[in-house]
Nanobody
Framework: QVQLVESGGGLVQAGGSLRLSCAAS????????VGWFRQAPGKERQFVAT????????YYADFVKGRFTISRDNAKNTVYLQMNSLKPEDTAVYYC????????????????WGQGTQVTVSS
């Protein structure tokens, strides 16, 4: 069974950058879309970005367009989320998951969630 592990979170000042990684083990996700989601305290899990197996197709939530970039390295079974120009409202736990089918933005269409990595942006 595929396991996903996120890393790269931390505390950063507003305007700073972080790069998150999502590494797969116990299998491969080279044929799946992989998505990033985030969840702030008291809020629902929110779609951030997703990328096709080839890396050709990417899709972003409007609130991260121009600031975040999703990429993948199938040889390393790893997907990345480069986050620039971070804002305090980006503070959340960030998760990666494999898309099963259907909507690219609905978390219910994703499986094999990682444990998440905390991103905190101070003002």
């Amino acid at each position: 069974q595929v396991q996903l592990v996120e890393s790269g979170g931390g505390l950063v000042q507003a305007g700073g950058s972080l790069r998150l990684s999502c590494a797969a083990s116990g299998g491969t996700f080279s044929t799946n879309f992989v998505g990033w989601f985030r969840q702030a305290p008291g809020k629902e899990r929110q779609f951030v970005a997703t990328i096709s197996w080839s890396g050709v197709i990417t899709y972003y939530a409007d609130f991260v367009k121009g600031r975040f970039t999703i990429s993948r390295d199938n040889a390393k079974n790893t997907v990345y989320l480069q986050m620039n120009s971070l804002k305090p409202e980006d503070t959340a736990v960030y998760y990666c998951a494999l898309r099963r089918a259907g909507s690219m933005v609905d978390p219910r269409m994703y499986d094999y969630w990682g444990q998440g990595t905390q991103v905190t942006v101070s003002s």
